[in-house]
């Protein structure tokens, strides 16, 4: 079965960093683009980051712009999110999403077909 599995997250203080993986499974990674996705209690979800099937385009929330940093490594059916300069802003649910081709549309949720259940990033200050 399809499966997207963060890990990462964690407790840590303003101006840490962290990074956060999304490992994949039931389906061919290269073919996909991989989204970041984080939601505060309260808030609606909103699209952090995203990174197509080849690496060769990323997007970036202009909250996150410079201070993180998307990748992709296939051959371990891996994406990451390494997040530095942390606020308490950045304190959310985070989850990755896998779309097949990759739209302009990216920061969508109806861009993705496959979603994981989301890793707890919490900052403190």
């Known amino acids: 079965q399809v499966q997207l599995v963060e890990s990462g997250g964690g407790l840590v203080q303003a101006g840490g960093s962290l990074r956060l993986s999304c490992t994949t499974s039931?389906?061919?990674?290269?073919?996909?683009?991989i989204g970041w996705f984080r939601q505060a209690p309260g808030k609606e979800r909103e699209a952090v980051s995203c990174?197509?099937?080849?690496?060769?385009?990323?997007n970036y929330a202009d909250s996150v712009k410079g201070r993180f940093t998307i990748s992709r490594d296939n051959s371990k059916n891996t994406v990451y999110l390494q997040m530095n300069s942390l606020k308490a802003e950045d304190t959310a649910v985070y989850y990755c999403?896998?779309?097949?081709?990759?739209?302009?549309?990216?920061?969508?949720?109806?861009?993705?077909?496959?979603w994981g259940q989301g890793t707890q990033v919490t900052v403190s200050s």
């Open positions: 039931g389906f061919t990674l290269d073919y996909y683009t």
């Open positions: 999403a896998a779309n097949r081709r990759y739209t302009i549309l990216w920061r969508l949720d109806s861009s993705y077909d496959y």
């Open positions: 990174i197509s099937s080849s690496g060769g385009i990323t």
